[in-house]
């Protein structure tokens, strides 16, 4: 199986702050890299497909980037609806897996 | 806009079989793949399977032989079976539409999730 390690586990941060998360996999994966975002009590929610690719209806602040083993999200400018756990997940073999996510919180 | 939403026991016994359904609106099953997600309480995510609207399944093979899927396409409905369940098995079952696109994958939308609790 393909292991997706993120980084940092938890961040704190501030509203308007500039935000990065990174996701390692244990081999190459080319693009085959998504994002979502969970908030408490609710189910995940696409983020970022293929890499870099922003799902219909998210704000232009969330960008992806990376291609092989590492990969990057950036939240441009933190907004209060930002506050929560962030997964990265590899679709390039079976079985799929998710990263341990990212739990970003107010400072 | 097709939503989805899982159905089935809260509550299962130890060496039981789990059980749940994930009815879809908005949209015909016969159209994607759809896959099933757990996330025991505080903790990540786990990819348990996927299954094709021709009825082609592929499983996590960390479920062994334990996992079957199923769709009924007259209502609009796929299934999880999950055998010899234990107390690990306790977690949010979270049913999802597969999309797939330029050789990859990814989930969406997400059922609400249902929570599945193994005990005696």
């Known amino acids: 199986d393909i292991q997706m390690t993120q980084s940092p586990s938890s961040l704190s941060a501030s509203v308007g702050d500039r935000v990065t998360i990174t996701c390692r996999a244990s081999?190459?994966?080319?693009?085959?890299l998504n994002w979502y975002q969970q908030n408490p009590g609710k189910a995940p929610k696409l983020l970022i497909y293929a890499a870099s690719r922003l799902q219909s209806g998210v704000p232009s602040r969330f960008i992806g980037s990376g291609s092989g083993t590492d990969f990057t999200l950036t939240i441009s400018s933190l907004q209060p609806e930002d506050f929560a756990t962030y997964y990265c997940q590899q679709s390039y073999s079976t079985p799929r897996t998710f990263g341990q996510g990212t739990k970003l919180e107010i400072k | 806009q097709v939503q989805l939403q899982e159905s089935g026991p809260g509550l299962v016994k130890p060496s039981e079989t789990l059980s749940l359904t994930c009815t879809v609106s908005g949209g015909s099953i016969s159209t994607y793949y759809w896959t099933w997600i757990r996330q025991p309480a505080g903790k990540g995510l786990e990819w348990i399977g996927r299954i094709q609207s021709s009825g082609i399944t592929n499983y996590n093979p960390s479920f062994k032989s334990r996992v079957t899927m199923s769709l009924d396409t007259s209502k609009n409905q796929f299934s999880l079976n999950l055998t010899s369940v234990t107390a690990a098995d306790t977690a949010l079952y979270y049913c999802?539409?597969?999309?797939?696109?330029?050789?990859?994958?990814?989930?969406?939308?997400w059922g609400q999730g249902t929570l599945v609790t193994v005990s005696s």
């Open positions: 999802a539409r597969r999309r797939q696109q330029l050789g990859g994958d990814w989930f969406d939308p």
């Open positions: 081999q190459s994966i080319s693009s085959y």
